[in-house]
């Protein structure tokens, strides 16, 4: 595999860059950050001499896109998130009513185009939170693959609470002996220890992101509708979403 090069134009620190850990360094907890990676280190200097949007549409087009659609053929949210990796990975979980009847969707995109969905793991007894973190989980799992390729991964989440608890807190939860306070115990304590370990596992070679929910950015809103659908089909397994991936229809799907 040829060496990957990277182009941060928003950042702790702007440039051209050949290691994945030093990007990282520089986006990670900048949520306005803007980079992309490159086959070559001429492509990634060219990149950097102009802009973020103008390098997105140059690979739009590239991979036989349109830099723009048709004003009635447009979708009514963005097509990415403030930040772009090789890949990035939504997920999002679905309960109604909290507690109640939960499901777990996830948005796979490769280059900046949404390449898989994912739905299920429907629990009649479910929470938000409980819902979130599975799909978290399911995220990791999808990382390590792309992680084993030396692709840079983002996984992005509208959950703060399950980012906290396995960025955040999941440390000292550990070091107390998985309590929290005043030895009290801690909510989806499974579910978090084994997000964690996981993390742990892939956290120099990721980067996790929140997004706003419900705020039109289309992995976003995939996701939440593939948690949705995992929730009314009563998916218990994970499975791949199996229709063609028409984001009219999809985004035309009942939402959390």
């Not at 048709?70 to 990796?85: E, L, M």
């Amino acid at each position: 595999m040829s060496k990957k090069h990277y182009v941060v134009w928003k950042g702790l620190k702007t440039g051209v860059f050949d290691s994945w850990p030093e990007v990282k360094s520089y986006i990670d907890g900048q949520a306005d950050a803007q980079y992309m990676g490159f086959a070559s280190k001429q492509l990634a200097e060219e990149a950097f001499k102009d802009n973020y949007t103008r390098a997105l549409m140059k690979r739009s087009l590239e991979k036989g896109g349109k830099a723009s659609a048709p004003a009635s053929s447009k979708p009514k949210v963005s097509n990415r998130a403030i930040t772009s990796a090789d890949v990035d990975i939504y997920c999002d979980g679905a309960c109604s009513p909290n507690p109640g009847k939960a499901g777990t969707g996830v948005a796979v995109y490769e280059q900046g185009t949404p390449t898989s969905l994912y739905y299920g793991l429907y629990d009649a007894n479910g929470t938000n939170n409980s819902a979130e973190l599975l799909g978290m989980l399911e995220a990791f799992k999808l990382a390590q693959t792309f992680v084993s390729q030396q692709k840079s991964v983002q996984i992005l989440s509208d959950s703060k609470y399950s980012i906290d608890c396995i960025t955040k807190w999941a440390a000292g939860w550990q070091k107390k002996g998985w309590v929290r306070g005043k030895n009290e115990p801690i909510k989806n304590l499974a579910l978090i220890q084994e997000c964690f370990a996981r993390y742990q596992q892939l956290q120099n070679h990721i980067t996790i992101s929140h997004v706003k929910g419900h705020a039109d950015i289309e992995g976003n809103e995939l996701s939440d509708r593939m948690a949705v659908y995992g929730r009314t089909t009563k998916e218990t397994g994970f499975v791949a979403y199996q229709n063609a991936i028409d984001i009219k229809e999809i985004l035309a799907m009942p939402s959390g």
